[in-house]
């Protein structure tokens, strides 16, 4: 029987204050893990933080823009000083930027990038520094997207950081092996997360008139041969499958969660 038991492990969740990354840290936190939340919005990591003390773990939060990397150091200094030790690491702090291939301006592709890639990059550097200096292995979870798994016709930008987080996780994953280190991406499907507002918007053309759900439906149905949505819960199956022992042979893997939308 597979169980996943995280007791005495410590853990960073950056992006947990809301849809996957939430649903990962209650999950570890449900499997006996202490957890630290990264978010740039406090309430959503203050009420990640109040749902997972029904658990009786020690857990915390710091507000962590993720396209700077002080303040993701800043969340590692927080959480290395209340648990002394880092042995998970997930970044799944994420935006979607609806734009075309050639509506979008300078600035914009620069913020969206620093989010979805370079916030990923500095929580992976951070994460391996910790890590080896500890010399007690770790796993590290990064969060991309079908999405980035090719081109997109109206998400050509967000395609790009999602498809560069796969190739960046296979980096990693190279550096951390020769300490016991794991790193693994995760590709999540279609999730009716806050990030899908967005995108309806933008599919609706911005017609208020439009039925947002029946739209999300459509798209559903029309992607995914399962025929229904992912949920964050089944996200979060993956991540602790990954961020477990049963999983230290797996390195530099991207694992689609996606009812069979992208099937490679």
């Not at 291939?101 to 300078?106: D, G, M, R």
């Not at 200096?133 to 980035?148: F, T």
């Not at 208020?208 to 025929?227: N, T, Y």
Request: negative net charge; hydrophobic residues 40%.
């Amino acid at each position: 029987m597979m169980v996943f038991d995280f007791t005495g492990k410590k853990a960073i969740v950056v992006g947990g204050g809301s849809g996957i990354g939430k649903a990962i840290a209650l999950q570890l936190a449900d499997n006996g893990a202490d957890v630290w939340i990264g978010d740039l919005s406090e309430n959503g990591a203050q009420t990640t933080v109040s749902e997972m003390r029904r658990y009786k773990g020690d857990y915390g939060h710091t507000v962590t823009d993720v396209a700077k990397k002080t303040d993701v150091a800043a969340l590692f200094a927080d959480a290395k000083k209340q648990f002394g030790e880092i042995n998970i690491v997930v970044n799944s702090a994420g935006v979607f930027m609806p734009k075309g291939l050639l509506e979008a301006a300078p600035e914009e592709i620069k913020a969206h990038l620093d989010i979805n890639l370079m916030g990923i990059i500095y929580g992976c550097q951070l994460a391996l520094e910790t890590m080896i200096a500890q010399g007690k292995g770790g796993k590290i979870v990064n969060i991309s997207s079908v999405g980035g798994r090719g081109g997109e016709l109206k998400s050509p930008y967000y395609a790009l950081g999602k498809g560069a987080v796969l190739n960046w996780t296979q980096s990693v994953a190279y550096n951390g092996a020769p300490h016991g280190i794991n790193c693994n991406a995760i590709c999540p499907g279609i999730i009716r997360t806050p990030m899908w507002d967005v995108i309806l918007e933008a599919d609706g053309g911005g017609d208020p008139s439009v039925d947002k759900e029946a739209l999300f439906h459509q798209i559903v149905k029309g992607r995914a041969p399962l025929g229904r949505a992912q949920t964050a819960e089944e996200m979060a199956y993956a991540a602790a499958f990954f961020c477990s022992g049963y999983a230290d042979a797996i390195l530099g893997q991207a694992l689609n969660v996606d009812g069979g939308d992208r099937m490679n």
